[in-house]
């Protein structure tokens, strides 16, 4: 199964750039110029804004939607409600990013409404999944997460776990910079989200989207003198990145 996943994920690499796919990303203002960069080098077209008046018209024109809560201020509160109600309406996929619910119970009460909501996958920490589960972020409790939720979860971390409740694989590429510069995370849950947009199992799209940073952070370790050019060489990477590069460095089991 982790050849096939391996080979059907690498795919999706060219799969984006072929299409470019819209990714509307509500996020937050620290990793806005890096997620959008990211989404650049993969070969998708990003769009970031949070505005009442234009948010419905870039959600209904984009493929798919990323909902991040790293910044819950008023103004993103209500364009998630927009844009969560014309995802529905038009039939988009979306994406959750909890960031930082385990900080905040009313932000992690907000995630828990809108994980009822259907996203295709949730992408987040350890200590992110035990708070919108409310336990131990145990392979066994994300199993039955995905399951109720009719959804893939996507716990990043040293190594990855990725479920859909009868599937379930381990990503064990990466480095260590990917937890030393800000906002990584929030990038990776964007390429899940162009992953999405262009393939119709979210099981691989989520898959795809977390090797695919995993491995673009593997080579720009080699070359980054520090967290600080990591952040550079990591966009490179992730622009020079080909299926053949995937299937060769993917560690999964």
């Not at 109600?85 to 979306?94: F, K």
Request: hydrophobic share 50%; glycine share 6%; net charge negative.
């Amino acid at each position: 199964m982790t050849a096939d996943l391996v080979a059907r994920a690498a795919s999706l690499v060219a799969q984006v750039r072929e299409r470019r796919p819209r990714v509307h990303c509500i996020t937050n203002t620290v990793v806005q110029e890096l997620t959008a960069n990211v989404l650049l080098a993969a070969g998708a077209i990003p769009s970031m804004t949070t505005s009442a008046e234009e948010i419905g018209y870039f959600v209904s024109g984009a493929d798919v939607l990323l909902v991040n809560l790293g910044t819950l201020d008023k103004e993103r509160r209500d364009a998630i409600e927009i844009a969560l109600e014309v995802a529905r309406d038009d039939r988009i996929p979306w994406i959750l990013d909890p960031v930082l619910i385990d900080r905040s119970e009313p932000r992690a009460e907000l995630a828990r409404l809108i994980a009822l909501q259907e996203p295709r996958v949730v992408r987040g920490n350890a200590a992110e999944f035990g708070a919108l589960m409310q336990t131990e972020p145990t392979p066994e409790a994300l199993d039955k997460f995905a399951l109720d939720h009719i959804t893939v979860a996507a716990c990043t971390g040293a190594v990855d776990l990725v479920t859909s409740g009868a599937k379930r694989v381990r990503i064990e590429s990466g480095h260590p910079y990917m937890a030393q510069v800000t906002g990584i995370g929030c990038a990776e849950s964007a390429l899940v989200a162009a992953m999405v947009a262009v393939e119709d199992d979210e099981f691989i799209a989520a898959a795809a989207g977390l090797l695919m940073t995993s491995i673009a952070g593997e080579m720009a370790a080699e070359i980054a003198q520090g967290p600080g050019s990591f952040a550079v060489a990591l966009i490179d990477a992730i622009a020079k990145i080909d299926a053949e590069t995937i299937a060769a460095k993917a560690r999964v089991r």
